[in-house]
């Protein structure tokens, strides 16, 4: 076995091979850029070597150092995490030249499988079922057109070097896939400095079904069951979950032969996965293998109960898989949800800063419920416009579907992340969602389900009594240790006031406090709304995630302070809250709302992000939906249309500019 590796990667996959390796009794050595000097991965790691500038193409797609580094620690092997070098040959053999070993397969396979044209090729060969499409290299946006109308409208243009939801657009008509061609090259050049695309048939209403198979260098390959990664936004996966609530046995076993079929046909040696699309009648075809571990590997530890990092290693180590495929038994169900620095009621547009409060919800077991939090960021930490917006990977597990989901939305309700914008309201509000609940699901569920985008969900009468008694009870603690302070010059005295009125958004809410008491745990009986509410929690002054209990049902939620009230974060509601006395309320019934500074007349910068070009000239004539500027941010390209007609004012942003948040881009006329 190994007495020292590298990881080539960084965030929370560098994180997640380290705690393995530490508990295998194998030693760690950490790389990082400038942006990472104070990084969590470089903390926890053995030891750390500093590799470069900011931007990954300086640093962690630089090959040479990652060599180097492995030279100056003298670390025996590499494991390239996902993303960056974990699916580049050359890396492997450049490794191999050198004595180090890569923990992950062979150059052929990953020349085989990491092309997504070759291996649409090979899969052909080898009797996989593959969705209709083009395979070889389409040149220009002509020939693209061509393509895609022999192939039938809709087709998926798609990066042949990608992954990740880049380089990748659907296009419904010819006009799409002449904008959709040319981003998805400069998208794949800019990511995977390679350019390649092609097109395929895109199938409507699909779901993403993945297999994980496991491999060694001695012919024994197995499949570990499946994830349903339907739940996507522009192609990058939201949410997870294993096993899927859609394939039954027969289908299971299907799939899972031909990924190992095609593993072995390869000479597939360590973790890998096979993805599928799989149509309403469980028809599945072949997409593509990433020869690599993936983001989501989690889920499916969960319901095995085997570590697919320590087999891995093992397996690159020149080890036996220890388990047959009779042996692999899925137990219970697992969700993941991935948190990102984005912001969901901006269009999920990214987010970047420090993060001035990180607290996740208590890892390990809890009764019948595992909570497992994947992460590679600490309070205090920053999340950087260099590399992915992913803050954590926070899983459930449960013995049945819906025990999980309902463990992932108190988990979620519990997971208090400030300073960035986050998507956790997002991933609360799906938790709760028919759709998802019931299993219905497809890849374009997200875009089915909030066409016009995310919006704060609104709370129904039972919510808003449960958001009243939350906020009184918040209140009253805390005008109690103020008011009863045994240093006020006047500590108040006496029972606390009965009548209350709770401003819940823009609702005033007549409360009557039945009884109560001040101590800790707070207890207290109230009615609103028609309805008498039995409250109690141990919540403190500061506390910034109120739990307890209302008429016996236990209740998380997470309440910051705001002018003259409080926020309240709850099952993706996100609600502001006022406590008055009512004459106080009759008095804020009268003031004037505050509106909104008009923007109608300006194209302002969506987030944090560099201007990849301006596509207009002032005192020109714009229609609907003309491209106005294309902004990239975390590796992604955000085109910028116009919403209306319009004519071109004054620009102020140059191509090259990094812009803020909220930034003029330009003004109209």
């Not at 393995?20 to 790691?45: F, K, P």
């Not at 390239?80 to 450049?94: D, K």
């Not at 390869?266 to 009648?281: K, L, N, P």
């Not at 919540?539 to 998380?556: L, Q, Y």
Request: net charge negative; charged share 25%; glycine share 8%.
């Amino acid at each position: 076995m190994f007495k020292k590796i590298l990881i080539a990667n960084r965030g929370e996959i560098a994180c997640r091979v380290i705690k393995t390796a530490r508990r295998m009794g194998i030693l760690t050595v950490a790389v990082y850029s400038d942006a990472d000097r104070d990084a969590l991965h470089v903390e926890m790691a053995d030891e750390a070597v500093h590799i470069g500038a900011a931007p990954a193409a300086e640093s962690y797609l630089v090959a040479e150092k990652i060599i180097a580094a492995c030279r100056e620690t003298g670390a025996e092997a590499v494991h390239p995490g996902y993303g960056f070098l974990s699916e580049r040959a050359s890396f492997c053999e450049a490794l191999e030249k050198e004595g180090i070993v890569f923990i992950g397969p062979k150059p052929k396979a990953i020349l085989a499988m990491g092309d997504k044209i070759e291996s649409k090729k090979f899969a052909n060969a080898a009797k996989v079922s593959t969705v209709p499409g083009y395979l070889g290299v389409i040149e220009d946006v002509a020939q693209a057109e061509k393509i895609a109308g022999e192939i039938g409208y809709p087709v998926m243009i798609k990066a042949s070097a990608g992954g990740g939801g880049k380089g990748m657009r659907i296009a419904w008509n010819e006009a799409e896939v002449h904008d959709g061609f040319d981003r998805a090259r400069s998208e794949a050049k800019s990511s995977f400095g390679d350019d390649r695309v092609f097109i395929e048939k895109y199938v409507v209403d699909p779901r993403h079904i993945e297999i994980q198979v496991l491999a060694d260098g001695h012919g024994n390959a197995v499949y570990l069951g499946e994830r349903e990664c339907s739940i996507q936004r522009r192609n990058q996966k939201v949410a997870e979950e294993a096993p899927s609530p859609f394939l039954d046995e027969k289908t299971r076993k299907a799939m899972g032969e031909q990924s190992i079929a095609l593993a072995k046909a390869v000479d597939y040696q360590s973790a890998g996965t096979v993805e599928f699309i799989v149509d309403r009648d469980r028809n599945f075809y072949f997409l593509e293998m990433n020869t690599r571990l993936q983001v989501e590997h989690p889920v499916t530890e969960l319901v095995t109960g085997i570590d697919l990092v320590e087999q891995m290693i093992r397996v690159a180590a020149g080890e036996k898989l220890p388990f047959a495929q009779k042996d692999i038994k899925l137990n219970g169900w697992a969700i993941e949800s991935r948190l990102y620095a984005e912001d969901p009621y901006r269009n999920f547009l990214p987010s970047i800063g420090r993060l001035t409060r990180y607290r996740p919800p208590a890892e390990g077991r809890h009764g019948d419920i595992i909570v497992r939090n994947d992460t590679g960021v600490y309070e205090g930490a920053e999340i950087s416009m260099y590399y992915d917006p992913m803050i954590a990977k926070l899983c459930t597990w449960a013995p049945d579907r819906l025990t999980a989901i309902d463990a992932m939305a108190e988990a979620l309700d519990a997971f208090v992340v400030d300073g960035i914008e986050h998507n956790v309201p997002f991933l609360s509000a799906l938790m709760k969602h028919p759709r998802w609940r019931e299993g219905r699901l497809s890849t374009g569920f997200i875009a089915e389900e909030y066409p016009d985008g995310f919006a704060p969900v609104e709370p129904d009468a039972s919510q808003k009594a449960a958001l009243a008694a939350i906020a009184l009870s918040a209140s009253l603690i805390e005008t109690n240790r103020r008011e009863r302070h045994g240093d006020r010059l006047r500590a108040a005295t006496g029972d606390l006031r009965s009548d209350w009125v709770v401003k819940v958004g823009g609702d005033y809410v007549a409360a009557s406090l039945l009884e109560g008491h001040v101590t800790i745990p707070f207890e207290m009986g109230m009615k609103a709304y028609g309805r008498e509410l039995h409250v109690v929690t141990n919540w403190r002054p500061g506390e910034p995630v109120w739990s307890g209990t209302i008429d016996g049902a236990k209740v998380i939620a997470q309440i910051r302070p705001v002018l003259n009230g409080l926020r309240i974060d709850w099952q993706g509601l996100s609600v502001r809250a006022k406590v008055f006395t009512p004459r106080h309320a009759e008095l804020d019934r009268l003031m004037p709302v505050k509106l909104p500074p008009d923007t109608s007349k300006l194209l302002l910068c969506p987030m944090p992000g560099l201007v990849v070009s301006i596509a207009v000239a002032e005192g020109q004539e714009v229609k609907a939906g003309e491209t106005l500027a294309v902004v990239e941010a975390m590796k992604m390209e955000n085109v910028l249309r116009a919403e209306r007609d319009l004519v071109v004012g004054k620009v102020k942003a140059k191509p090259g500019e990094s812009l803020a948040v909220d930034a003029v881009i330009m003004e109209f006329a």
